[in-house]
T-cell receptor, first 114, second 110 residues
Framework: GAGVSQSPSNKVTEKGKDVELRCDPI?????LYWYRQSLGQGLEFLIY????????KSGLPSDRFSAERTGGSVSTLTIQRTQQEDSAVYLC????????????FGQGTRLTVV | AQRVTQPEKLLSVFKGAPVELKCNYS??????LFWYVQYSRQRLQLLLR??SRESIKGFTADLNKGETSFHLKKPFAQEEDSAMYYC????????????FGQGTELSVKP
């Protein structure tokens, strides 16, 4: 695959359940980002992984949110005890090392909490 | 704090009219500025970056450090320019993390 791949594309879950969202970045990209896209809220930064450095978790909205990146490649965003306000499109992006490099985005996972 | 502000949620213009999407930022240092675009049912993608000083699809953006702005301009809007536009910032101070504005929806009417 040439691009960033996210799964699932859509997820409907009941309030209180845990969900896992997956991101497969472009091979060789050292930087990986998670964002949340809500109507009227724009792109909200969640977490940023860069190489072997400690991730920047400053955007995670609560301790119900966590993310990991295994082997410097695939990343999983986990939301525990989902709430209705967690409903949004979750976007993953990756980029090669360097400040001015282009970030490539996945198609997103649309999460609906009912 | 590092921040990107796009004051307009929606900008509506007629085909052939000039368009300017506003972006202001706050950053302590020298930032890298970008514009990303999301067309209907497509992925978010890079439109242009300030360091390249290039024109993409007729769009240009000039970094004004005095006014801390990076407005996106096009002299003659086309219907196919209708999309969601996001201004973004990155820099050494935050390890390369990309911070986005709230986005501006551009609607070009025939």
């Amino acid at each position: 695959g040439a691009g960033v791949s996210q799964s699932p594309s859509n997820k409907v879950t009941e309030k209180g359940k845990d969900v896992e969202l997956r991101c497969d970045p472009i091979s060789g990209h050292t930087a990986l980002y998670w964002y949340r896209q809500s109507l009227g809220q724009g792109l909200e930064f969640l977490i940023y992984f860069q190489g072997n450095s400690a991730p920047d978790k400053s955007g995670l909205p609560s301790d119900r949110f966590s993310a990991e990146r295994t082997g410097g490649s695939v990343s999983t965003l986990t939301i525990q005890r989902t709430q209705q306000e967690d409903s949004a499109v979750y976007l993953c992006a990756s980029s090669s090392q360097g400040l001015n490099t282009e970030a490539f985005f996945g198609q997103g996972t649309r999460l609906t909490v009912v | 704090a590092q921040r990107v502000t796009q004051p307009e949620k929606l900008l509506s213009v007629f085909k052939g009219a000039p368009v300017e999407l506003k972006c202001n930022y706050s950053y302590s240092g020298s930032p890298e500025l970008f514009w990303y675009v999301q067309y209907s049912r497509q992925r978010l993608q890079l439109l242009l970056r300030h360091i390249s000083r290039e024109s993409i699809k007729g769009f240009t953006a000039d970094l004004n450090k005095g006014e801390t702005s990076f407005h996106l301009k096009k002299p003659f809007a086309q219907e196919e320019d209708s999309a969601m536009y996001y201004c973004a910032l990155s820099g050494y101070n935050q390890g390369g993390k990309l911070i986005f504005g709230q986005g501006t929806e551009l609607s070009v009417k025939p």
